[in-house]
């Protein structure tokens, strides 16, 4: 048979590193701390909530924008946390997941030409959807080793074609969080240019240490520019059920839920349902942090000892360690040989680099029991 050509409208993307390293954790038999979900169970009562739903007959096409008492809840708990005030009908809407989420703000958002600026190291499914819309990423560098933004960089890299920002906190992968400061310093930058902000905040309830998470809902001058992406796969230990949101001014909400009809049309009514129904009590929301946390401090200290170099995480369930007291080899490398030989699979943090920048760190996921934390400090220590 003849094989038809087809030219790629990605040429240079393949495979993510997620599933090439979860793959070779599989076929090693390895501790998986590399892509970032749970291997602990949600709420019992969650896993209920959907089976009443289900035999209710909750089971066919759930309104294209989500669920009204889920839109609801989202509204509400937003207002709860961040004093902002978002109309369920029109500036609220339930997707299938974060990722879908990002797809259509970008695509709603940018158009052939403009330029979208992005911090780096960054979360690997920004830039594809940019160049599917013909924008042009700019990549703007976080300072190490805190990884903090360069707010008079970022002033330098805006010009007329500078169409949106987007911003990630807690960040996907180094742990770092925006602060009041720098919001107040990206106030500045967009109501003197006019420009839009995509906010990445799946991490929201993940943050440590007595910080408050500065969700761009708080900044009454950012809210009219910006959409608003977060999940609940992360909050609830859920990651497969693809159950996120948007929030946005109704101007922008009308122009992303015209894509995303075409993309998934609605998202899975029981799973809908059962969050809605979990939401009316916020204990799990309001208690994730703590959870979290210790969880972190559990690893760190287990981790402590080793040649590996504990480095800062103020927030999501991903702890860098810096490897370069150990080996010279590229990160992409080094994890490699680490998930073959010692049996335990992290993420290099060049692939969050458009230039794979090689600082020589790993990111590792501690959302896990603390049996599977504590067998894989023991197999570092032996590194």
């Not at 709603?108 to 911090?119: K, R, S, T």
């Not at 780096?120 to 940019?130: F, K, M």
């Amino acid at each position: 048979m003849d094989i038809i050509s087809l030219d790629s409208k990605l040429p240079t993307v393949g495979e993510s590193i997620f599933s090439v390293m979860s793959a070779l954790a599989r076929e090693q038999q390895a501790l998986n701390l590399s892509q970032g979900f749970p291997d602990f169970n949600c709420d019992p009562l969650l896993m209920t909530l959907v089976e009443k739903a289900m035999r209710s007959g909750m089971n066919q096409y759930a309104p294209s924008h989500g669920l009204p008492a889920l839109r609801e809840q989202i509204s509400a708990l937003t207002e709860e946390l961040y004093a902002a005030t978002y109309d369920p009908e029109s500036e609220v809407t339930v997707m299938s997941g974060a990722t879908e989420a990002l797809h259509c703000a970008i695509s709603a958002i940018v158009n052939e030409g403009d330029e979208v600026l992005i911090f780096e190291p960054a979360y690997d499914s920004y830039v594809p959807v940019i160049e599917l819309n013909g924008g042009q990423p700019v990549y703007i560098p976080l300072e190490l080793p805190e990884y903090k933004v360069d707010w008079e960089m970022v002033k330098k890299r805006v010009n007329s074609s500078t169409r949106l920002i987007i911003l990630n906190s807690p960040h996907n992968p180094t742990g770092a969080v925006l602060s009041a400061q720098d919001l107040h310093e990206l106030e500045k930058i967009v109501g003197n240019n006019h420009i839009f902000v995509l906010s990445d905040e799946v991490y929201e309830h993940m943050i440590y240490d007595g910080r408050e998470h500065q969700s761009v809902a708080r900044y009454p001058k950012l809210r009219p520019h910006s959409i608003i992406v977060s999940s609940f796969g992360k909050t609830f230990h859920t990651t497969g059920w693809k159950i996120g949101y948007a929030l946005a001014p109704a101007n922008l909400t009308k122009e992303l839920r015209k894509i995303h009809q075409f993309v998934t049309f609605s998202t899975a009514t029981p799973f809908q349902a059962a969050i809605a129904e979990y939401m009316q009590q916020r204990d799990h929301i309001l208690e994730l942090k703590h959870f979290y946390q210790a969880k972190r401090d559990f690893f760190r200290q287990a981790v402590d000892g080793s040649r590996f170099k504990v480095m800062d995480c103020a927030g999501t369930y991903f702890q860098l360690l810096d490897y370069s007291a150990i080996s010279k080899e590229k990160d992409v490398e080094f994890a490699r040989r680490m998930t073959i030989e010692n049996k335990i699979a992290s993420i290099p943090v060049s692939v969050f680099y458009h230039g794979h920048d090689d600082h020589k760190v790993l990111r590792f996921c501690f959302a896990k029991e603390n049996e599977t934390l504590e067998r894989a400090a023991e197999i570092l220590h032996q590194i």
